[in-house]
């Protein structure tokens, strides 16, 4: 990818200790598309998924859409 464009992927499994059922483990899966579209404008998407029979007997989502004005201030060099 570009040096301006970012990803993310991060999953994540939970358990019942005590009785480890295969069919009882819950799913979460994250994923993080951040661009920075010029020097003054970032951009983010962001999704989230989660399964968990215990709430829902289907797949959760959520999604998000970030855009943010960065600011420079100070000394720095490039």
Not at 18 to 33: S, Y
Not at 39 to 56: F, G, K, R
Request: net charge negative; glycine share 4%.
């Amino acid at each position: 990818m570009s040096e301006n464009i970012f990803f993310k992927a991060r999953y994540q499994l939970y358990a019942n200790y005590e009785t480890l059922a295969f069919n009882a483990i819950d799913h979460r899966l994250d994923l993080i598309l951040a661009a920075k579209v010029s020097n003054a404008i970032s951009v983010t998407l962001a999704v989230l998924t989660i399964y968990d029979l215990d709430q829902n007997e289907k797949i959760q989502f959520s999604q998000g859409l970030d855009i943010g004005l960065v600011y420079k201030s100070g000394n720095f060099s490039e």
